[in-house]
Nanobody, 115 residues
Framework: VQLQASGGGLVQAGGSLRLSCAASGRVFSIDRMGWYRQPPEKQRELVAIIISDTTTYADSVKGRFTISRDNAKNTVYLQMNSLKPEDTAVYYC???????????WGQGTQVTVSS
């Protein structure tokens, strides 16, 4: 499985961005998809996960971020609204494949929110 993320950039506080992540390869085995982020000098943390129609969010992004998945396109999206400077991080796309019994990660995409 390969993951290709896009959509990061620089935005002012209060603005919006949408991240996309397209999966390719043995996509039939993907169980869950989601996003993690790694702020500067901090550890990687969960942002949002989607499993079938069930979504889970970090408390810090609830009500501002929305994760969605287009199974026909094997793509997961992260709509980020009301962005804050503390959302600045490298965002990583993630999926878990139940046949291979392992996680896969996309390349990071930088999101920078200026105050």
């Amino acid at each position: 499985v390969q993951l290709q993320a896009s959509g990061g950039g620089l935005v002012q506080a209060g603005g919006s961005l949408r991240l996309s992540c397209a999966a390719s390869g043995r996509v039939f085995s993907i169980d869950r998809m989601g996003w993690y982020r790694q702020p500067p000098e901090k550890q990687r943390e969960l942002v949002a996960i989607i499993i079938s129609d069930t979504t889970t969010y970090a408390d810090s992004v609830k009500g501002r971020f929305t994760i969605s998945r287009d199974n026909a396109k094997n793509t997961v999206y992260l709509q980020m609204n009301s962005l804050k400077p503390e959302d600045t991080a490298v965002y990583y796309c993630y999926c878990y494949a139940v046949v291979q019994l392992r996680a896969y990660w996309g390349q990071g995409t930088q999101v920078t929110v200026s105050s």
